[in-house]
Nanobody, 127 residues
Framework: QVQLVESGGGSVQSGGSLRLSCTTSGSTDRRFHLAWFRQAPGKEREGVATIDTTYATTTYAESVKGRFTISHDNAKNTLYLQMNSLKPEDTAKYYC????????????????????WGQGTQVTVSS
């Protein structure tokens, strides 16, 4: 069992930055796929970025490449999402998620592949 708690959301103007954190607890000594997803009102949950806790390989959605950076601190059991050059279309509730391997590479950004979920943190970007 894994518990996930997000923090760091808030309101920011277009072009600004935010860093989201997700603390993990439970069976964290195992290898996991960790990910950030987001969901705007009336839209499906969208995969944003993923990281493998053992190999540190990352995957990003095209819409955030070059602006967002996912990272994981194994010692602190904390997942991060650094978001720069934020746009109004980044406005959503952001969730962290976890799942043990394997997840094939082309499914890493699919929500249905993740077992554990946090409660989410709201990010609002104004123009």
């Amino acid at each position: 069992q894994v518990q996930l708690v997000e923090s760091g959301g808030g309101s920011v103007q277009s072009g600004g930055s935010l860093r989201l954190s997700c603390t993990t607890s439970g069976s964290t000594d195992r290898r996991f796929h960790l990910a950030w997803f987001r969901q705007a009102p009336g839209k499906e949950r969208e995969g944003v970025a993923t990281i493998d806790t053992t190999y540190a390989t990352t995957t990003y959605a095209e819409s955030v490449k070059g602006r967002f950076t996912i990272s994981h601190d194994n010692a602190k059991n904390t997942l991060y999402l650094q978001m720069n050059s934020l746009k109004p279309e980044d406005t959503a509730k952001y969730y962290c998620a976890a799942s043990p391997p394997p997840i094939t590479w082309w499914q890493l950004l699919k929500a249905e592949k993740y077992i554990y979920w946090g409660q989410g943190t709201q990010v609002t970007v104004s123009s």
